[in-house]
Each structure stands twice: as structure tokens, then as C-alpha cells.
T-cell receptor
Framework: GAVVSQHPSWVICKSGTSVKIECRSLDFQATTMFWYRQFPKQSLMLMATSNEGSKATYEQGVEKDKFLINHASLTLSTLTVTSAHPEDSSFYIC?????????FGPGTRLTVL | QKEVEQNSGPLSVPEGAIASLNCTYSDRVSQSFFWYRQYSGKSPELIMSIYSNGDKEDGRFTAQLNKASQYVSLLIRDSQPSDSATYLCAVPEYGNKLVFGAGTILRVKS
């Protein structure tokens, strides 16, 4: 299957700082990528759909000014968590579509102190 | 919005047995269906996709689709302890988003 990478795999930051997470499609081009969040023992929650060259589409209840998404190329989407707080600590996972199937990155574990 | 239902489990099977995971969906016009496996602390991994009624086999995995009954299942033959994970059923929605079921926890006991 297609390969999606994420960087960093884990990050610890202080409350109030911003954190950027990168999602890359390594062997295919992705006009659309998706960002998910998963809290321990809970289901995946879709946060937003990232569209190359245009604004992201956010799911209901997700603050677009707090979770900034940029999809500047066909292989890279970034999620920036601005002014992070402890409640933002979670497992952030991106995915991308290739040939009708969706492949996930390995995830980024964010801990906000 | 489409709904995807799965029994949360846990489903416990002995090593070597067949594990049967089930999923129902609400939208009759859904055309494609996906099974993902998620190990604890890891991201989901696509293990099967199915588009047509009937069975699709890949190694020890068989996906079964019945569109009339709005039902898709995943069979795992010769279950191994390494198959212990959460299995997620997913159906595409508009904009190519995936709607996931809550997942079924599978435990294979040696």
C-alpha cells in the first residue's frame, strides 16, 4: 500500500506554545489529506479535510483558528496546534487517499505540560 | 450522516480458531467498504477493501459483503495472538471522508 509519514512521532511542549506536525505522502500525490485526533481508549475523530491549494474543511466543533492546516503541495500537509494546552494532549494522525483507499501515517503523540 | 455499527467486544477466540467480526451500515448506496486494524498506541492499518457483493480473500483474511442486508464482515482464519487488536470498519462519505465504526476489540488467546 501507499506510504504516509508523519513528523515528529512524538512531541512534548509547554502550555501556550505552538506545535507543527507534518504529514507527507511518500510515493504518491495526494490532493486531499485528513487529520484525525484520538484520545486514549476512544475512537478516531476526524478534525478536518486538508485540500491542496485551498482552505481546509473543518468538522463541527473543531476550532479552525486553533488548529491551522496548510496543504501547500501535493505531498505535504501540516497541522499547527496553536497556543497548546494540556487538553490538546492527544494522538494526532493524518491520512491520505491513493487509488480510492485511505492510508494512515504513524501518528504524532502530543503531550502538553 | 452515514452510521457504521460494530460490536465493541471484546471478542475472545482461542489461537487457531476463526474470528468473525461484523459491521452494519446505514446508507444503502455505499459502494466501498474498508477494514482497518489498529494496535494499541498505533495508527490504523488498511487490511482489506471490498466493493462487490460476496467474498474477497487475502491470506488468512476474508471480507464478506451483503449490500442487500447492509452488512460487511471480516473473517480471520487460524487466528494468532498477533491478531489481537481493534478492528475498524469504515465506509466513505461525501468528500471522500471515511465514517468509522467504534471498532471491535479482538483478543486471541494462546
Amino acid at each position: 500500500g501507499a506510504v504516509v509519514s508523519q513528523h515528529p512521532s512524538w512531541v512534548i511542549c509547554k502550555s501556550g506554545t505552538s506545535v507543527k506536525i507534518e504529514c507527507r505522502s511518500l510515493d504518491f500525490q495526494a490532493t486531499t489529506m485528513f487529520w484525525y485526533r484520538q484520545f486514549p481508549k476512544q475512537s478516531l475523530m476526524l478534525m478536518a479535510t486538508s485540500n491542496e491549494g485551498s482552505k481546509a474543511t473543518y468538522e463541527q466543533g473543531v476550532e479552525k483558528d486553533k488548529f491551522l492546516i496548510n496543504h501547500a503541495s501535493l505531498t505535504l500537509s501540516t497541522l499547527t496546534v496553536t497556543s497548546a494546552h494540556p487538553e490538546d494532549s492527544s494522538f494526532y494522525i493524518c491520512s491520505a487517499r491513493d487509488s480510492g483507499e485511505q492510508f494512515f501515517g504513524p501518528g504524532t503523540r502530543l503531550t502538553v505540560l | 450522516q452515514k452510521e457504521v455499527e460494530q460490536n465493541s467486544g471484546p471478542l475472545s477466540v482461542p489461537e487457531g480458531a476463526i474470528a468473525s467480526l461484523n459491521c452494519t451500515y446505514s446508507d444503502r448506496v455505499s459502494q466501498s467498504f474498508f477494514w482497518y486494524r489498529q494496535y494499541s498506541g498505533k495508527s490504523p492499518e488498511l487490511i482489506m477493501s471490498i466493493y462487490s457483493n460476496g467474498d474477497k480473500e487475502d491470506g488468512r483474511f476474508t471480507a464478506q459483503l451483503n449490500k442487500a442486508s447492509q452488512y460487511v464482515s471480516l473473517l480471520i482464519r487460524d487466528s494468532q495472538p498477533s491478531d489481537s487488536a481493534t478492528y475498524l470498519c469504515a465506509v466513505p462519505e461525501y468528500g471522500n471522508k471515511l465514517v468509522f465504526g467504534a471498532g471491535t476489540i479482538l483478543r486471541v488467546k494462546s
